[in-house]
């Protein structure tokens, strides 16, 4: 994005589909095998939901990248925990 936006953003924006058709799967892959648990809707949607997050902060991204990774992913293991059925665990 820094050294050729216009190459890359029409993906981003008008071409997201594709992106996130790949990106999507991709990430729920990964969810499912730290959270097997996760019954498959479950994970379609975390990974439809984390792909469009991920796409956002490529078209704008954040300067500070470790202020917004940390909490980011925390946010994805506490949602993925609970809807595996497991108690809402304390991130502090």
């Given amino acids: 994005m820094t050294s050729e936006p216009e190459a890359l953003l029409p993906f981003l924006t008008l071409g997201s589909g594709l992106v996130l058709w790949i990106v ?36 704008s991204p954040n300067p500070d990248i470790d202020s917004t990774a940390a909490p980011l992913a925390g946010m994805v293991c506490a949602y993925a925990h609970r809807a595996a059925g497991g108690a809402p665990q304390d991130r502090t």
């Fill in 24 to 59: 999507g799967p991709a990430i729920a892959e990964v969810v499912r095998r730290r959270a097997p648990a996760l019954p498959p809707d479950e994970l379609a949607f975390l990974g439809d939901a984390i792909g469009r997050v991920v796409v956002s902060y490529a078209i």
